[in-house]
């Protein structure tokens, strides 16, 4: 399983802007999302996916681009 470059370059951006635990970005707003630079609609689709995989506790999945 290759990771998901797009998931990682995202993830990047929601740490600069200093989201740093699972928690924190699990509880991350829709004000919290378009706060951050260079945020794009497929930027927040992808956040949105992460957010249900930390609650789902799929977060390997996810970075692996599994749907599981």
Do not use: Y
Not at 43 to 60: A, F, M, P, W, Y
């Amino acid at each position: 399983m290759a990771v998901n470059q797009k998931a990682v370059k995202v993830l990047n951006k929601i740490f600069e802007a200093g989201f740093t635990e699972e928690k924190a970005i699990a509880a991350m707003t829709m004000d919290d999302i378009l706060s951050m630079q260079g945020i794009t609609v497929a930027d927040i689709t992808l956040i949105n996916e992460l957010q249900k995989s930390i609650k789902g506790n799929r977060v390997i999945s996810f970075l692996g681009g599994g749907t599981e």
